[in-house]
């Protein structure tokens, strides 16, 4: 079964610095895609940034990245110079391989509070 | 393009009253889902709809859950009787294609329907 797991309940960082959010999965899928989400205190989920399992290259959007390390079973986010509005719930989500019972699972999530 | 709608944003009910949550889907995208998302944890998936088809309804508790997306479009999802640990927030989102790993599937969440039960 696949499983998710954050282990950071919660990060407080000053604001400019970089951090980096933990997630590490579990599954047994060749194939499967790799997602973090942004929650702010408004409620929405955000995309941020995909990683696909048979991507050679590390996932970047602008500040975000991921740092994916295949054999490990991680796939962290590492967001540079945060900044206040940065402050929020992150999701790391997985998604399995190509069939009709694919879902995305989500993990419990890391409050991320930036310091100014 | 328009994102995912839903509504009612907000629902207070009393213990072993009904409710119903309605999702209408970015136009085009095949799959439809519903998840739960309890304050403090993750998001789970109650419920996955590929066009009006049921993909996945395995953690949706049945005898007091149920959800429907007649013609493949929009979606309700209803509680009855609603239990205190059914408060919750109700995301719905809808991705374009059904199982492809790719970066173009992403999930596009709606603002959520927020269920405080009494």
């Known amino acids: 079964a696949q499983k998710i797991t954050q282990t950071q309940p919660g990060m407080f960082v000053q604001e400019k610095e970089a951090v980096t959010l933990d997630c590490t999965y579990d599954?047994?899928?060749?194939?499967?895609?790799l997602f973090w989400y942004k929650q702010p205190s408004s409620g929405e989920m955000i995309f941020l940034i995909y990683?696909?399992?048979?991507?050679?290259q590390n996932a970047t959007e602008g500040r975000y990245s991921l740092n994916f390390q295949k054999a490990r079973k991680s796939a962290n986010l590492v967001i540079s110079a945060s900044q206040l509005g940065d402050s929020a719930m992150y999701f790391c989500?997985?998604?399995?391989?190509?069939?009709?019972?694919?879902?995305?699972?989500f993990g419990s999530g890391t409050r991320l509070s930036i310091r100014p | 393009e328009a994102g995912v709608a839903q509504s009612p944003r907000y629902k207070i009910i009393e213990k072993r009253q009904s409710v119903a949550f309605w999702c209408n889907p970015i136009s085009g995208h095949a799959t439809l889902y519903w998840y739960q998302q309890i304050l403090g944890q993750g998001p789970k998936l109650l419920i996955q709809f590929q066009n009006n088809g049921v993909v996945d309804d395995s953690q949706l508790p049945k005898d007091r859950f149920s959800a429907e997306r007649l013609k493949g479009v929009d979606s309700t999802l209803k509680i009855q009787p609603a239990k205190l640990e059914d408060s919750a927030v109700y995301l719905c989102a809808s991705s374009l294609l059904v199982g492809v790993v790719s970066g173009a599937n992403v999930l596009t969440f709606g603002a959520g329907s927020r269920l405080t039960v009494l």
């Open positions: 990683q696909g399992s048979y991507d050679e």
């Open positions: 599954t047994s899928d060749q194939s499967y895609g």
């Open positions: 989500a997985m998604r399995g391989p190509y069939s009709s019972a694919s879902k995305i699972i």
